[in-house]
């Protein structure tokens, strides 16, 4: 028998659930403790973020909002991996990685709150990054259409883009990796594996035994990595993005992790998962376990936690603040960034929407 | 100076923005080597390499959103559908990431690219081949949608769409793409998009129609004043945003409108053009308006094709029609 084609899936994991070191040969990153308390106090950070998020949702603040509980690992790691010349096509609850490039809690109450000038990042790196991407998958290919125009352009830049387990289902997933094996294009998928689509578990999305094989398909690099270990996800991603920038090729990172919130703050996942399901997968919560590591290592423990999240707070209230004092634009603004000029007959219905404004005042 | 026939033109304005701006590229399937199922990027590889003259994996959502992607990045891509027909898979990544990035991130993200492809029926092509679905795009706010109708529109426009700032849908009437030739200098000089041509002047009717059907309904106007009847011809060009203005000016000095187009008349883009007149013209109408189009049905294979397209005959009638209302 000849064998036209073989492969295997690599998994990488250093800290286990508790947050014990299952290998030694720590990436240069993790061995500079300073930084991995800096990673860790952005986990930290968009966990107390996300919260306050919720309870902005809950107490009508805010409209719809996508929770990133439990993915802090796999979204820090992510962004932290990434260069500033980069760019992030995220699909919406990507927000570990994009407060590490610049985006403002602000912006993100902005634009669940409504407003679409919460896509309007306002510093850098996030600035150039893509905006929130709701139509699954869709920015897979803008991922690989910016890395197209870096190859094009001779840039050494990376795209990357995040995609969910349901996403990687979508012909657009499969057309970016399968573009980015195709033209060799500086460009990294990472499915962030949290095990359900709303309601649809990871089991009905695929047989295949892991999602990280789609790009073997497509002649990437794949490896599946515990999402919640941010030390697994960042090597991974800079593994990754090292190959991508030297026109080695792209990626496919199937980072594994579990959404330990509902889809959204309009679904009720007590619907279609058992407790237990949940309760398991609390035990194997990214945050703690890299908190666990620290505290071994002695460089935290719950009093710099107190003080650490008292300042989250602070940070948070202030972002609030800042966001429900933003005054909702004036009703010409849906007219004024449809087109680079107004055309004369969009105009006329701008008038039109104004003379309603002025009448109702 | 060279005589070209409209496709030529389509590769004339191509290369010469190619050549004068180097962010753009043009992508899509057989565009390489091959220059394009009908020959729209011929010989463009070979002047501007492989990776401006991109042949794409066969995947029309790949060539979508891949062309989104780069334009966020600041390149200008000409991506091309190959036929009208295959344009679908497409429609996702036009409407919910081009036509309206723009207006989601306030501006920050914008896509200056366009999107080509041969459109319409009467080439004896196979099924899936012959489709005019251009008002599927026109109520897509954000996004331009462009038909033209002669080498030199097919120029300008072209050379317009690619320099605009903002997404174009680019429909090529393939069934007049070799029609006829006529002197098009290649001197980069851009014609205004957003506006209507006025082909041919009358003070009798009013004929509005763009993209193939033009040669029909100029045809009409001359079998109409061969019988003393002036006829006012009109091409679109830009269906959205549409210059209503022409067309108003046209029929408050002709009392009388016939639209004319390829597409299903139910919704089709002669339906706002009427609803325009109906609103803000209606004193000045004589007559009904007056839709000369495509049936509702799928445009048939090609036995049948040439019944189912507007003909010359049906366009005077209706022309007549008007006069007669009055």
């Known amino acids: 028998m000849s064998i036209a084609a073989k492969f295997e899936i690599e998994y990488l994991q250093y800290l286990d659930a508790e947050g014990k070191q299952v290998r030694d040969d720590l990436p240069a990153f993790a061995q500079d403790l300073d930084q991995m308390v800096e990673l860790y106090k952005l986990m930290l950070s968009t966990r107390v973020f996300d919260a306050k998020s919720i309870a902005l949702q809950r107490t009508g603040k805010l409209g719809t909002y996508a929770s990133c509980l439990g993915h802090e690992a796999a979204h820090v790691g992510i962004g932290s991996a990434m260069k500033p010349e980069d760019v992030l096509a995220p699909s919406y609850r990507e927000y570990g990685a994009q407060l590490y490039r610049g985006v403002q809690p602000r912006e993100v109450y902005m634009y669940w709150g409504g407003d679409e000038r919460g896509n309007d990042y306002q510093n850098e790196p996030a600035r150039h990054d893509f905006a929130w991407s709701v139509p699954i998958a869709t920015q897979c290919l803008h991922a690989a259409g910016s890395a197209l125009a870096f190859k094009i352009r001779g840039e050494k830049r990376v795209a990357v883009c995040t995609i969910g387990d349901g996403g990687s289902s979508k012909g657009d997933f499969y057309g970016a990796i399968n573009i980015a094996g195709a033209q060799n294009l500086p460009m990294v998928a990472v499915i962030v594996n949290n095990q359900w689509a709303i309601s649809v578990p990871r089991k009905i999305q695929s047989g295949a035994p892991t999602l990280a094989q789609k790009g073997i398909a497509a002649g990437l690099y794949c490896i599946q990595v515990d999402g919640n270990d941010i030390i697994a996800v960042r090597k991974a991603m800079e593994d990754a993005l090292e190959r991508a920038r030297n026109g080695e090729g792209g990626s496919v990172i199937e980072a594994v992790t579990y959404r330990l919130g509902d889809h959204t703050t309009a679904d009720d996942a007590r619907r279609y998962r058992g407790e237990q399901e949940v309760k398991d997968a609390w035990a194997k919560d990214p945050v703690k376990r890299l908190k666990n590591w620290l505290v071994a290592r002695k460089v935290w423990d719950d009093k710099k936690e107190e003080a650490w999240k008292a300042e989250c707070d602070d940070w948070m209230d202030n972002e609030v603040n800042a966001y429900l004092e933003t005054k909702t634009q004036p009703v010409s603004a849906m007219f004024d960034y449809t087109f680079a000029e107004i055309p004369a007959d969009l105009e006329k219905q701008r008038d039109l929407a104004l003379s309603l404004e002025n009448k109702a005042h | 100076m060279a005589q070209i026939t409209l496709i030529e033109a389509v590769t004339q304005a191509l290369a010469y923005e190619m050549a004068h701006d180097e962010s753009v590229v043009v992508l899509g399937e057989d565009v390489g080597v091959n220059g394009g199922v009908f020959r729209a990027t011929q010989g463009l590889q070979e002047k501007f390499g492989e990776l401006r003259v991109l042949d794409t994996p066969l995947d029309e959502t790949t060539i979508a959103g891949v062309t989104v992607g780069m334009a966020a990045q600041g390149m200008k891509p000409v991506a091309e559908a190959q036929f009208e027909g295959f344009i679908y898979p497409m429609m996702e990544q036009i409407a919910c990431h081009a036509a309206r990035l723009r207006n989601r991130t306030r501006g920050r993200i914008t896509v200056p690219a366009v999107w080509r492809a041969p459109w319409g029926g009467g080439i004896r092509a196979p099924e899936h081949h012959s489709e005019a679905n251009e008002h599927l795009f026109t109520n897509i706010p954000g996004l331009r949608v462009v038909l033209p109708s002669s080498p030199a529109r097919a120029y300008g426009l072209l050379l317009a769409a690619i320099r605009d700032p903002d997404p174009v849908m680019f429909f090529e009437p393939k069934r007049i793409y070799r029609q006829y030739k006529e002197e098009v200098p290649d001197d980069g000089e851009a014609l205004p998009l957003d506006v209507c041509f006025v082909l041919r002047d009358g003070t009798d009717v009013t004929l ?42 046209s029929v408050a000095k002709t009392g009388r409108c016939v639209i004319v187009h390829e597409a299903p008349k139910t919704a089709g883009f002669g339906a706002e053009i009427a609803a325009r007149l109906a609103e803000e013209c209606m004193y000045d109408l004589l007559a009904p308006v007056e839709r000369v189009t495509g049936f509702d049905t799928h445009i048939p294979l090609f036995r049948l094709e040439m019944k189912y397209l507007p003909s010359t005959e049906r366009v005077v009638e209706a022309a007549k029609r008007t006069l007669a209302a009055s």
């Open chain 2, 208 to 249: 509005v129609t763009w993209g193939a059907q033009v040669k029909e309904t100029l045809e009409a106007a001359d079998a109409l004043a061969a019988e003393g009847i002036s006829a006012e011809v009109i091409d679109v060009a830009t269906l959205t945003p549409l210059d209503f203005d022409t067309i108003a000016e």
